[in-house]
């Protein structure tokens, strides 16, 4: 990936969390080419060391580390890992993320004949497994102000820095089947805000990311059928996107080097940034 736009950022070390995944890749890639040192975290860090690998063999500088977001130990090992490589971060992706089948729903709405489903195959509002819901908010919020506690201390003590959550367009308008994490991307946009105004006498910016849909490994079967097609909530999602298609990583690029720059956006911070081809502005008609 090469990006036509390009900010400064020598000199600038980047964590960027969730960093093995096909969009904070993406992200990481577009961070290196503008000059910046990227720790690539994963709780993988196969797939972390992997993005890195890709970086250095672009010519950019990375290093892959282990990091469970939900374990402050872990976070706290990854930022003396990485302090030690590159020096003080400058920057914070909050990329890490994700849902889990259960604390999602089976069908879109609950209808009568549901109520009297006694099927294992069949999971509606009241079957969800508390303990799944736990898992999908503590990952996509807990994954989120843990990191965000590790990584800008330092940044406070320096007086500058950046944060930058990753919320998702479901935080504006929740999507059926999927509660918990619909409701964990709010929580995210709603800590942006407040973290941005705490952090703001500290000299730290703070701002979200929301994207729309974009094909992952995580949604792909979802969206798509085996032959390229489109499934059914594929097919809606479509049809409700004004842009008329799914996001490529790298539309994500411009906001995110945008929101990073202290020169480009050095007075936007609390801002929940959608880039989701129209998606959270389309009312269905």
């Not at 020598?10 to 969730?18: A, E, H, Q």
């Not at 930058?164 to 089947?177: G, H, V, Y």
């Not at 500290?202 to 490994?217: C, K, M, S, W, Y």
């Not at 298609?245 to 994500?252: A, I, V």
């Amino acid at each position: 990936m090469s990006s036509s736009f390009k900010v400064d950022l020598s000199d600038k070390t980047v964590v960027i969390t969730g960093g093995g995944g096909v969009l904070c890749g993406s992200m990481a890639m577009a961070l290196a080419e503008c000059g910046a040192r990227v720790a690539v975290t994963d709780l993988r860090v196969e797939a972390a060391e992997a993005v890195a690998a890709g970086i250095r063999k672009a010519g950019g500088n990375a290093i892959g580390v282990a990091c469970n977001v939900l374990e402050r130990e872990s976070v706290e090992n990854a930022e003396r890992q990485i302090t030690a490589g590159f020096g003080p971060v400058d920057i914070l992706v909050n990329g890490a993320g994700g849902n889990h089948p259960k604390g999602t729903t089976s069908m879109e709405y609950l209808t009568p004949d549901l109520l009297a489903n006694k099927t294992k195959e069949i999971v509606t509002f009241y079957d969800l497994d508390p303990k799944g819901i736990e898992f999908v908010f503590n990952l996509n919020f807990l994954g989120t102000l843990v990191p965000s506690q590790v990584f800008t201390k330092g940044m406070a003590a320096r007086q500058r820095g950046v944060v930058i959550n990753i919320s998702s367009m479901n935080a504006f308008k929740p999507l059926t089947k999927i509660p918990a994490y619909s409701a964990a991307k709010a929580a995210v946009s709603n800590f942006t805000q407040w973290l941005a105004v705490h952090l703001s006498k500290v000299g730290i910016r703070v701002n979200a990311i929301a994207p729309g849909f974009f094909l992952t490994e995580q949604n792909r079967a979802l969206l798509t059928s085996p032959d390229g097609g489109l499934t059914k909530r594929g097919t809606t999602i479509i049809s409700h996107t004004p842009l008329g298609r799914f996001g490529k990583p790298g539309d994500l690029t411009g906001a995110l080097l945008w929101l990073v720059s202290d020169e480009a956006s050095g007075f936007v911070t609390g801002a929940v940034i959608p880039v989701d081809g129209g998606f959270s502005a389309f009312s269905g008609v």
